[in-house]
Nanobody, 121 residues
Framework: VQLQAFGGGLVPAGRSVRLSCAASGTGSMFSINNMGWYRRAPGKERELVASVESGGSLIYADSAKGRFTVSRDNAKNTVYLQMNNLKPEDTAVYLC??????????????WGQGTQVTVSS
């Protein structure tokens, strides 16, 4: 399974960025449950930003509530993160993550390579 992330870059504070991450190599044996985004800011540990469960349940970090929107397209095995009103403290490497079951029994989780988002003040 491979996760390929798109989006990110250098943006001024207050602007918006949309990230996308597509999972490939997931055949019928894979049942994806959670798809989401984490981030790792300089000098900080990795933290959850937002995730969406297969049933549609959403989880947001407090810092993301009201500004970020996570969504997924199950047909495309793709998760999106719309980030609005970006702040310099949002600067981080954003990593996509998926987990689920293989053949309904074995758990799996995969990480994307990360995409840099830098917000200038």
């Amino acid at each position: 399974v491979q996760l390929q992330a798109f989006g990110g870059g250098l943006v001024p504070a207050g602007r918006s960025v949309r990230l996308s991450c597509a999972a490939s190599g997931t055949g019928s044996m894979f049942s994806i449950n959670n798809m989401g985004w984490y981030r790792r800011a300089p000098g900080k540990e990795r933290e959850l930003v937002a995730s969406v469960e297969s049933g549609g349940s959403l989880i947001y970090a407090d810092s993301a509530k009201g500004r970020f929107t996570v969504s997924r397209d199950n047909a495309k095995n793709t998760v999106y993160l719309q980030m609005n009103n970006l702040k310099p403290e949002d600067t981080a490497v954003y990593l996509c993550h998926v987990d689920g079951l293989i053949l309904g029994t074995s758990r799996f989780n995969y990480w994307g390579q990360g995409t840099q988002v830098t917000v200038s003040s």
